[in-house]
């Protein structure tokens, strides 16, 4: 079995969101968006990208809230009812392969231990090799070119 997990975010936070008026949405940094080709909106609850005509919104998230040097947020893409998706061990969408990513490794502190810049094909064989460390605790992958959050990974029970 992998060593790894690619979860989406949980949509319940965001579900609300999508009743705002434009206007809301602004005055909080949140755009409301449709997307107009079946790349380049990568949903971060489903991951996967949203198909011609989705509505998503495009939102700052805190992808790491805890208490670290390396606490951030950054802009994701949520589609309108999307549902939270947990891939089986090993699985890597093609939502992560089409792209260029930058995986990011943190110990139990929040800190970076790690970090590659990879194209999307390798990154299964590199989550492998950097869950072997022993202070690996989990990763977070980001959209190398646009620097967005993508997913996080865990270990796989």
């Known amino acids: 079995m992998a060593p790894f997990r690619l979860s989406g975010l949980d949509p319940t936070p965001f579900a609300p969101l999508f009743a705002l008026p434009d206007a809301e949405l602004a ?3 949140m ?8 790349s380049g909106y990568p949903c971060r609850v489903s991951l996967e990208d949203a198909a011609i005509g989705d509505e998503l919104l495009l939102l700052p998230f805190e992808h ?17 009812h999307a549902k939270q998706r947990v891939l ?7 939502y992560v392969t089409r792209r ?4 990011r490794v ?15 094909p390798e990154v299964a064989a590199c989550m492998t090799q950097a869950f072997a460390h022993p202070h690996a605790a ?6 190398a070119r646009r620097g967005c959050f993508s997913c996080r990974v865990d270990r796989a029970s």
């Open 106 to 120: 943190y110990d139990t502190t929040h800190r970076m231990i790690d970090a590659h810049v990879l194209e999307g």
């Open 100 to 103: 260029m990513i930058s995986l």
């Open 27 to 29: 005055r909080r940094n």
């Open 88 to 94: 089986a061990p090993g699985e890597v969408p093609p």
């Open 138 to 143: 989990y990763m977070h992958l980001h959209n």
């Open 31 to 38: 755009v409301r968006m449709f997307a107009d080709s079946d």
């Open 64 to 80: 790491l809230p805890e208490a670290s040097p390396y606490r951030s947020s950054g802009p994701v893409f949520v589609r309108r």
